[in-house]
């Protein structure tokens, strides 16, 4: 029997999934500067979130 091919199957697995990672991780870095860049300008101080604490902003309807 061959003592190089007891480990083969595992070390083959091991750098496939080393080698796909590192592919979705350049994927997913080159995906996010695409649509930061996309972005229009002037748009990330109206990024959605909690409603605004101003008066002018509030909803002035009560429960009834």
Do not use: C, Q
Not at 14 to 30: C, D, K, N, P, Q
Not at 40 to 59: F, L, M, N, Q, V
Request: aromatic share 10%.
């Amino acid at each position: 029997m061959d003592p190089f091919t007891s480990g083969s199957g595992e070390f083959l697995f091991s750098v496939v999934g080393v080698i796909a990672l590192g592919i979705a991780m350049a994927y997913g870095t080159w995906m996010w500067n695409k649509r930061r860049k996309s972005r229009p300008p002037g748009t990330i101080g109206r990024a959605p979130g909690p409603a605004p604490k101003s008066a002018e902003g509030r909803d002035t309807r009560t429960a009834a």
